[in-house]
């Protein structure tokens, strides 16, 4: 009898064991088909070019926040430009974006460019306006209001033309060295780039996430709450030519109710330190918690988005040639 009770063990282990196993959620699929998109220049130019065909990798697994927990990570590059921050003094009054996420309690992600926090520089002569505050003045307010700062290169460069031109090790050094330009102002080193463009080659992104960067992409073969959502703003300033339609804050809603209906709820928006995008700000913000949105950092977003600890194995897009549309801001 004892050698049938333990042959009756070994069955009832056995089927406990079949029956609690446990399910994972995979989420965002490839849904997205070769389409244009367009691009900027550090000139405030705009280039058109197609969304990058992305090689095949694994899909990293990443945690699906339920809709209760709905959350944006709002990034906006290219700067610190203090005429956007504070407000110009001559053309485009009204609130600086600053002063509009304060008013709106939000705390936002800027991808800034290395090249602008040395000192005594105040931006782009030819496109921008100096209102009195240097660049490096107003990051270091970004940064005691509470928002973060991460790495947009030193130069502003399109990575893939820079490398065929200087060599990979150019890359690298122009990445780290916006990343030591930011770390001399928060005292912390950067964990996320976001290449102008979106655009670089396959060995230096591995190169750069083995060096423990997190590479920010809007590839489809990335998973869904990992890629950026292009807002496409840089297309609605100066002449305004290509700007989504109806509006801006129309067309990125429509993003992110498509990106809904895939099960997706958590959204990296990237904007662009432009005036026509702070004149927006007030509106969108307003719409997106009025739909249950909750404003965070990146680096919050990541820690709900992405289980602890775990850094997704991104591989560079295959881009196709870009072709530059001579748009001005």
Not at 2 to 23: D, E, K, M, P, Q
Not at 233 to 260: F, H, M, N, T, W
Request: charged share 25%; glycine share 8%; with cysteine.
């Amino acid at each position: 009898m004892g050698y049938v009770r333990f042959l009756l063990s070994i069955a009832a282990l056995a089927t406990l064991s079949a029956c609690s196993g446990t399910h994972s959620l995979n989420v965002g699929a490839n849904p997205n088909n070769s389409s244009t998109v367009a691009g900027h220049t550090a000139a405030g130019g705009v280039m058109a070019k197609e969304t990058p065909l992305a090689t095949a990798r694994p899909v990293a697994k990443i945690t699906s926040p339920s809709p209760s927990d709905k959350l944006i990570a709002l990034t906006f590059d290219d700067g610190p430009r203090p005429y956007v921050l504070f407000g110009s003094k001559t053309v485009h009054r009204g609130p600086g974006l600053a002063d509009i996420l304060d008013q709106n309690g939000v705390k936002a992600t800027f991808f800034v460019v290395g090249w602008r926090l040395t000192p005594k520089t105040w931006g782009e002569p030819r496109h921008e306006e100096d209102i009195g505050v240097t660049c490096l003045d107003a990051a270091e307010q970004l940064i005691r209001r509470g928002h973060e700062l991460e790495d947009h290169t030193y130069s502003h460069l399109e990575l893939r033309t820079a490398e065929k031109k200087n060599g990979e090790q150019w890359v690298m050094h122009d990445v780290d060295r916006g990343a030591q330009a930011i770390k001399a102002v928060t005292g912390m080193q950067p964990r996320y780039v976001r290449p102008p463009d979106w655009i670089l080659t396959d060995d230096a992104r591995r190169d750069l996430q083995k060096q423990g960067y997190r590479v920010l992409t809007i590839s489809s073969e990335n998973p869904m709450p990992l890629r950026d959502v292009n807002s496409l703003d840089y297309l609605c300033a100066g002449k305004a030519v290509g700007c989504p339609k109806p509006s801006l804050p129309d067309a990125v809603l429509q993003q992110i109710e498509q990106r809904e209906k895939k099960g997706t709820y958590t959204h990296i928006l990237a904007f662009h330190e432009l005036s026509t995008t702070a004149a927006i700000m007030p509106r969108l913000i307003t719409e997106l918690k009025a739909r249950g949105y909750r404003f965070v950092t990146l680096t919050e977003y990541m820690k709900v988005v992405e289980p602890k600890g775990e850094i997704p194995k991104q591989q560079a897009a295959v881009m196709k040639p870009a072709s530059v549309a001579a748009l001005r801001r």
